[in-house]
């Protein structure tokens, strides 16, 4: 059974489930499937697992596109996950597949996306319900955690691990200050759910402690997931994600026997834009929201790096590569590139035959082939002005201000032409290397 089928004879996506499993506790299915891209250029496959909340999710995403938004779905830190933006006046839809467990594959596609393909995709995932109904899954009581599923368990330990809004969970994030968050887990299978779930997700878990004894080798950052338990820690193991750790293990209770604990240990929360105070640079805020370390720097040899490039470079793309590193990614979604993949980039982009006038330099792209060039004619380059266009089959835009300007306004303002505020709640910077270039 299939639950969507995006595409045409030429392209297309699709998810079939192919198997469920009733869960153990709270009711419903967990149902296994493949989401299986076909193009002229790439075909694969990825296997894919959701849960109750996962078809209730998908609904409302139907909803949203249908009311003219872009949508991600499935977006459970390190699970696969369905990107779709729209081009509404040509009908059609980018669809971008991701799959961070098989080396952060990424694919997109482009497909029509017409009033009959929301009849159709209304249809599957009818159909879907009416097979593997939802109702039976009761929602969280806030007033009893004694109730959760162990899906419920997951949505709400992953939400807090990975700071992406999502419409599959109520979870509201903790206050700032906030840094351990218990969970209460009602069942011992629970326990067993998530730990298979967080490694699936995140690979294998830090032992920090086993039969009461403390690992001395374990990492220090994951240490304070024990303090409440002295005298008591019978197991603990800890998975890791941007900074946040989960730690699931059995303690002693008052009567002798032993209990699951499930917390998380979250790192402090960067302010979002609205709460930023003084008069910041464009850089000082890009900082501030993401959380990065203000007094972080990367040693690069710059006199090499514009030698290579056989021009100076904008001061403030020096300072966002020293202080951020020379290679990594904005909310895992926008990549700035360092000084020789620049080189590499602007000299393939020069041999296209759709290449504007002038001398352009490739600095930075996503993961939706949206590119971002410097107009590198004028002799000044801190006034190089950004040409930008979403994809190779669009017209080059002109943007005036800095890179770093056009970075921030493009995680944080909903009115930027290629805003992601819509999607990320809080926002990160992933290190790709943190080596200077010779």
Same mark, same amino acid.
């Given at each position: 059974m299939e639950l969507f089928r995006l595409g045409d004879e030429g392209s297309s996506v699709v998810l079939r489930i192919r198997q469920a499993e009733p869960l153990r506790a709270g009711g419903g299915h967990m149902l296994g499937g493949t989401i299986t891209i076909d193009t002229p250029f790439v075909q694969g496959s990825t296997t894919i697992v959701l849960f109750p909340g996962d078809l209730t999710a998908w609904q409302q995403s139907l909803d949203s596109l249908d009311a003219g938004y872009d949508i991600a779905w499935h977006d459970h830190a390190s699970s696969p996950w369905v990107y779709i933006e729209r081009d509404a006046p040509e009908e059609r839809a980018h669809i971008t597949v991701h799959d961070p467990s098989m080396a952060m594959t990424k694919v997109t596609v482009t497909v029509p996306l017409t009033d009959a393909w929301f009849d159709d995709a209304y249809d599957r995932l009818e159909r879907v319900l009416r097979t593997w109904p939802v109702d039976a899954v009761d929602a969280v009581d806030a007033e009893d955690p004694g109730d959760e599923s162990e899906s419920t368990l997951i949505d709400a330990v992953e939400a807090l691990l990975y700071p992406r809004m999502t419409l599959s969970t109520d979870t509201s994030p903790p206050p700032r200050g906030a840094r351990l968050i218990p969970f209460e887990v009602p069942y011992t299978e629970s326990l067993l759910e998530l730990a298979a779930e967080l490694t699936r997700h995140h690979g294998d878990p830090v032992l920090l402690a086993t039969h009461g004894t403390l690992d001395p080798t374990a990492d220090a950052t994951a240490r304070p997931l024990l303090a409440p338990f002295e005298g008591r820690l019978v197991e603990m193991r800890a998975w890791e994600e941007f900074g946040n750790w989960v730690g699931c293990g059995t303690v002693r209770d008052e009567w002798g026997g032993t209990k699951p604990v499930v917390l998380v240990l979250r790192r402090h929360l960067p302010p979002t834009a609205d709460e930023l105070i003084g008069n910041l640079s464009w850089m000082d805020k890009l900082v501030a929201v993401t959380g990065w370390d203000p007094d972080r720097r990367t040693a690069i040899d710059w006199t090499a790096a514009e030698a290579l490039l056989g021009t100076p470079l904008p001061s403030d793309y020096r300072e966002l590569v020293e202080r951020f590193g020379p290679d990594g990614q904005f909310d895992d979604y926008l990549s700035v590139y360092p000084p020789g993949r620049i080189a590499d980039l602007s000299e393939a982009l020069a041999a296209h035959e759709d290449h504007p006038p002038g001398k352009l330099l490739w600095w930075?792209?996503?993961?939706?082939?949206?590119? =971002?060039? %410097?107009?590198?004619?004028?002799?000044?380059?801190?006034? %190089?002005?950004? =040409?930008?266009?979403?994809?190779?089959?669009?017209?080059?835009?002109?943007?005036?201000?800095?890179?770093?300007? /056009?970075? /921030?306004?493009?995680?944080?303002?909903?009115?930027?032409?290629?805003?992601?505020? %819509?999607?990320?709640?809080?926002?990160?910077?992933?290190? =790709?290397?943190?080596?200077?270039?010779?």
């Amino acid at each position: 059974m299939e639950l969507f089928r995006l595409g045409d004879e030429g392209s297309s996506v699709v998810l079939r489930i192919r198997q469920a499993e009733p869960l153990r506790a709270g009711g419903g299915h967990m149902l296994g499937g493949t989401i299986t891209i076909d193009t002229p250029f790439v075909q694969g496959s990825t296997t894919i697992v959701l849960f109750p909340g996962d078809l209730t999710a998908w609904q409302q995403s139907l909803d949203s596109l249908d009311a003219g938004y872009d949508i991600a779905w499935h977006d459970h830190a390190s699970s696969p996950w369905v990107y779709i933006e729209r081009d509404a006046p040509e009908e059609r839809a980018h669809i971008t597949v991701h799959d961070p467990s098989m080396a952060m594959t990424k694919v997109t596609v482009t497909v029509p996306l017409t009033d009959a393909w929301f009849d159709d995709a209304y249809d599957r995932l009818e159909r879907v319900l009416r097979t593997w109904p939802v109702d039976a899954v009761d929602a969280v009581d806030a007033e009893d955690p004694g109730d959760e599923s162990e899906s419920t368990l997951i949505d709400a330990v992953e939400a807090l691990l990975y700071p992406r809004m999502t419409l599959s969970t109520d979870t509201s994030p903790p206050p700032r200050g906030a840094r351990l968050i218990p969970f209460e887990v009602p069942y011992t299978e629970s326990l067993l759910e998530l730990a298979a779930e967080l490694t699936r997700h995140h690979g294998d878990p830090v032992l920090l402690a086993t039969h009461g004894t403390l690992d001395p080798t374990a990492d220090a950052t994951a240490r304070p997931l024990l303090a409440p338990f002295e005298g008591r820690l019978v197991e603990m193991r800890a998975w890791e994600e941007f900074g946040n750790w989960v730690g699931c293990g059995t303690v002693r209770d008052e009567w002798g026997g032993t209990k699951p604990v499930v917390l998380v240990l979250r790192r402090h929360l960067p302010p979002t834009a609205d709460e930023l105070i003084g008069n910041l640079s464009w850089m000082d805020k890009l900082v501030a929201v993401t959380g990065w370390d203000p007094d972080r720097r990367t040693a690069i040899d710059w006199t090499a790096a514009e030698a290579l490039l056989g021009t100076p470079l904008p001061s403030d793309y020096r300072e966002l590569v020293e202080r951020f590193g020379p290679d990594g990614q904005f909310d895992d979604y926008l990549s700035v590139y360092p000084p020789g993949r620049i080189a590499d980039l602007s000299e393939a982009l020069a041999a296209h035959e759709d290449h504007p006038p002038g001398k352009l330099l490739w600095w930075a792209g996503s993961e939706h082939r949206q590119d =971002l060039c %410097w107009l590198a004619d004028g002799p000044d380059p801190d006034r %190089w002005p950004v =040409l930008h266009r979403r994809d190779a089959t669009e017209n080059w835009e002109r943007y005036e201000g800095t890179a770093t300007e /056009f970075v /921030f306004r493009m995680l944080t303002e909903p009115a930027h032409p290629y805003s992601i505020a %819509w999607a990320f709640d809080r926002h990160w910077f992933t290190a =790709l290397s943190t080596r200077g270039e010779e």
